[in-house]
């Protein structure tokens, strides 16, 4: 029911409830069995077990569960059939490494999302509210959550307003519903009716839950609680949203895919040669030839999949995690970590995000004269400079500043850290703050019966009709009324003002006061004039408001603004050079919104477009689809708005991020690739709502996190590139030993595979993982904030990273080929000739991983620059050595050991692909250098 429109009886009687008396306990206890407490309702948390078979689902992990099963039914087959039982635990050995990669990948994955729930849980800073309720005609304390429609509610400053209330009584009531509205300014409240259409920013005879009262007091009637609240639609809209699925997810679960077909043509490929191949010899294929057929089919299949892929994946997004918490950012979930690295749009909520949600008086004008108010927020320091440059005279602006703090009853108090609070009306705040930087009190005024001997007459308070508050002073003895209020309707009531120290009429000052009217606006700069007037005994004690707020002497102009952060033009600037676009998306009024983006270089002119709610209603789907990549600037939009205007953005294949700190924000926040809530004044539903939290509320902490996910993105396609390139090595130094390998040689027969499966499983585990983990902690390239996004709609395998995972692995599998038929043609033993092609895999991969870690050349990065991949790759090249040398990994692996000229000239000719490649590499980008330094030449 829309209660704004309707009169204060009908509201009562509808809800059965008595402005006098309120509820009934008894009635007030079976309307809380019918409508519940009054909570929103908090999303179910997936039991642990469900958050740990989670990762089980993905595609790289099923891959590895097939492995898994293959190996164990090889098993099976060695023991029922063959006999085979060293290469039947061979195949045991590889499965139960592989069930233990699935789940250290799995806890990896656990352990980080519930870190960070458990981090989230201790951010929250909720507290149970009370509320004053007429219950039984008595007034009495009632907790929060046993609200229920139809209790009476009363409400002071620095209340919290939990649940919907129609407003019986107001006085000088005004509320804060930047949490719903995205307005700074706080609503001046009153009961009479408005009409049905009326936007919620617009409805004074209601109040919100999660509201706070800044101003007055008031009396309401509660006519929704828990789900049934604004907050309450804006939650059951949250949960009709989908999680979306994460960048680096997409791309993995696409690779995921081809590498399964890959290992499935393989399989086919591998057996239809090996069938062709015996009916070529034999004429006949029978059950035990298929058998064995199969099994080095599988073998192969197996030594095609990364199977490091998911725990490495797992522990660069860990690491990448650690980072973007040192610099004050929690990640929700591992996934999400990389995903800003990818961003082409952040959509940003004004008030508390890009503005301190803090009014502020940054210039006024007094006597005559324009001055601008150093300092933000609510500390009082800060100094005031004449804008023409001249000397300051404080007198000339004193009475000005007698009257700004006089008419006001709001103040500002230190906490116990010395940070000042503000109580009252952030208007009244900021006049006061402006008072206190130039020693302008108001209860030093009052007690102070020396130069000043003033008392407190009357007070007339603010109110939405006549827009204008009073006070009425006696000072040494004469009677003023102090009258401040919207410019627009002081003017009209004005006959003087105050210029150079004298009174003049208003005609020789109104051209001026106007012009600085106009500047002020087109500055974002809310006005308040400030007027005084001497009246009569009787007048200051009788008198209405309509005779005391007449033939003012104007005293000045003050613009107010809520400032933006100092951090964020920077931010901004960054964001934009590395082609990430930043919208504003607020609730505020258009003007204000455009002037605030302008500042901070959101928008260069201030011609651009700004879009309203108002004309968003009015545009279709296809309308707004053509405007949302050129508009910066949304102003006056609902949380609706919010979700259409990233829809769009998302249908264009933008990867989009939304920050926000209130309610209103966070259903776009879950709409968002990745939702970023403030920290500290974020509301609860936000932070749940989100996949980053900024624990210091700053916005360059986002700017950080953008680098600091294309770093990671950068490591995981690097240590990707590794791996990928290891597989192809196995895989084509396998299949050549298949194909190529006809007929004995020396001590290999044509079924003697190139590496042992418990070999390829020692590669890809630690010489090829370790490197790849610490592949994780490199720094970003020099260039990373110059690129452009990453298309997020590309192939990880895009942009030349196939062609050079091919190139380097077709090389490093051909010597690894190479040196297993030299040492066969040598007369080595089969465990001989399959350490050297381990070794010569091991090392050409240990040299290939300084030239994976950059997208140029191995020559374009110090290699010691990573002491952790320095530290894996020593560690990865002496443990590999030792496997050879212990008897226990000679009998499990198949290894033998060498002779040390053997170990010597396999690390020396096992950097040669790497060495050679980089360099022709290296060379063609010389000679690409040079072709375009001549034509810029020529230019």
Not at 63 to 90: K, N
Not at 481 to 503: E, F, I, W
Not at 766 to 783: K, M, Q, R, T, V
Not at 841 to 849: C, S
Request: charged letters at 20%; glycine letters at 8%.
């Amino acid at each position: 029911m829309k209660w704004y429109s309707q009169n204060t009886n009908s509201v009562l009687e509808t809800l059965e409830t008595s402005r006098i008396s309120g509820l009934s306990e008894e009635k007030a206890q079976l309307r809380q069995q019918e409508y519940g407490p009054n909570r929103l309702e908090a999303a179910k948390k997936e039991p642990a077990w469900k958050l740990f078979l989670k990762s089980f689902k993905e595609p790289l992990v099923i891959i590895l569960l097939i492995a898994i099963v293959l190996a164990f039914a090889s098993a099976a087959y060695d023991f029922q059939v063959t006999g085979d039982r060293q290469h039947a635990m061979a195949s045991i050995y590889e499965a139960v490494a592989i069930m233990l990669i699935v789940i250290v990948n799995s806890s990896l994955a656990f352990h980080q999302t519930r870190s960070a729930q458990k981090s989230l849980e201790a951010l929250s800073n909720m507290r149970q509210h009370h509320m004053h309720v007429l219950r039984d005609s008595n007034w009495i304390s009632v907790a929060a959550s046993d609200l229920v429609p139809g209790d009476i509610v009363s409400v002071k400053s620095g209340d919290f307003i939990d649940g919907d209330l129609r407003w019986l009584k107001t006085a000088e009531l005004q509320i804060n519903e930047s949490h719903l509205t995205g307005e700074s300014d706080a609503i001046s409240k009153d009961t009479e009716i408005v009409s049905e259409d009326t936007e919620l920013g617009d409805r004074t005879n209601m109040g919100y839950s999660g509201s706070m009262v800044v101003n007055g007091n008031g009396i309401g009637v509660v006519v929704a609680t828990g789900m049934d609240t604004e907050l309450g639609r804006i939650s059951n809209l949250m949960q009709d949203i989908d999680d979306q699925k994460t960048p680096i997810e997409k791309s993995v679960h696409g690779l995921s895919k081809k590498l399964m077909i890959i290992a499935g043509l393989i399989i086919l490929l591998t057996i239809g040669y090996d069938i062709v191949k015996q009916l070529m010899q034999v004429g006949n294929v029978s059950l035990e030839s298929l058998a064995g057929i199969s099994s080095t089919s599988i073998a192969i299949a197996v030594a095609s999949i990364p199977d490091a892929m998911p725990v490495v994946l797992s522990i660069v997004l860990t690491i990448g995690a650690k980072m973007m918490a040192d610099q004050k950012g929690l990640v929700k979930s591992l996934s999400s970590v990389e995903t800003l690295g990818s961003t082409t749009y952040i959509a940003s909520d004004k008030t508390g995000t890009l503005t301190k949600n803090e009014m502020t008086v940054t210039r006024f004008w007094a006597n005559g004269e324009v001055y601008d108010v150093e300092g933000n927020g609510y500390t009082p320091v800060g100094d005031i400079i004449r804008t023409d440059g001249k000397p300051v005279n404080p007198k000339d602006y004193q009475r000005f500043l007698e009257v700004a703090v006089l008419n006001n009853e709001a103040e500002i108090k230190p906490d116990d850290k010395q940070n000042w609070r503000p109580f009252g009306n952030p208007t009244d705040v900021s006049l006061v703050v402006l008072g206190a930087k130039q020693g302008v009190k108001r209860d030093a005024l009052l007690e102070d019966r020396g130069n000043h001997d003033i008392d407190i007459v009357r007070i007339l308070p603010f109110d939405s009709t006549r827009k204008m508050m009073t006070v009425v002073i006696k000072e040494n003895g004469k009677y003023y009324s102090l009258t401040k209020g919207a410019p627009d309707v002081v003017k009209d009531r004005t006959v003087s003002a105050m210029l150079d120290g004298q009174v003049v009429d208003i005609g020789e000052v109104a051209a001026d006061i106007e012009g600085t009217m106009l500047a002020f606006a087109n500055n974002a700069l809310r006005t308040i004039s400030l007027t005084q007037r001497e009246v009569t005994r009787d007048q200051a004690l009788n008198a209405p408001s309509e005779e005391l707020e007449r033939d003012l002497c104007f005293l000045g102009l003050v613009g107010i603004i809520d400032p933006p952060r100092e951090e964020v033009r920077t931010s901004v600037k960054k964001l934009t050079d590395a082609s990430v676009n930043v919208v504003m998306i607020t609730g505020d009024h258009a003007a204000t919104a455009k002037a605030i983006a302008k500042q901070l270089g959101i928008i260069k002119s201030k011609a651009a477009r700004v879009i309203t709610g108002k004309e968003l209603e009015g545009m279709d789907d296809a309308q707004l689809a053509e405007a949302v990549l050129t508009t910066r600037v949304y102003a006056r939009v609902t949380p609706a708005h919010k979700q259409r205007i990233i829809k769009q953005l998302q249908q264009h294949k933008q990867v989009v991020a939304m920050t926000g700190d209130g309610i209103n924000d966070a259903p776009a926040l879950k709409a968002a690739d990745i939702g970023i809530a403030m920290g500290i004044n974020g509301t609860e539903v936000t932070k749940d709502a989100a996949d980053l939290i900024l624990l210091d509320d700053k916005f360059t902490t986002i700017e950080k996190s953008v680098e600091s996910g294309r770093t990671i993105f950068a490591n995981i396609l690097n240590f990707m590139r590794h791996e990928l390139t290891t597989n192809v090595a196995e895989v084509l130094s396998l299949l050549l030993g298949v194909f190529l390998i006809t007929a004995p040689i020396g001590h290999i027969t044509e079924v003697t595979p190139t590496l042992t499966a418990l070999m390829v499983l020692w590669v890809n585990m630690i010489s090829d993982s370790l490197p790849s983990f610490a592949l994780g902690y490199d720094e970003a390239e020099a260039d990373v904030m110059k690129q452009q996004p990453r298309d997020t709609n590309q192939s990880i395998l895009a942009n030349g990273m196939l062609s050079r995972v091919l190139i380097r692995g077709g090389v490093m599998g051909g010597a690894v080929f190479i040196a297993f038929i030299w040492a066969a043609n040598q007369g080595f033993s089969i465990a001989q000739s399959q350490t050297i092609a381990f070794l010569t895999l091991v090392f050409g991969q240990l040299w290939h991983v300084y030239d994976a870690r950059s997208t140029k050349t191995l020559f374009d990065r110090n290699p010691f620059t990573n002491s952790r991949l320095t530290l894996a790759v020593g560690f990865a090249a002496t443990s590999s050595v030792l496997v050879t040398l212990i008897p226990f990994f000679n009998q499990v692996m198949g290894t033998a050991p060498l002779s040390m000229g053997l170990y010597v000239g396999i690390i020396i000719l096992s950097a040669l692909p790497t060495f050679i490649l980089s360099g022709i590499k290296k060379l063609i980008w010389r000679m690409r250098e040079g072709q375009n330094d001549d034509v810029v030449e020529y230019d």
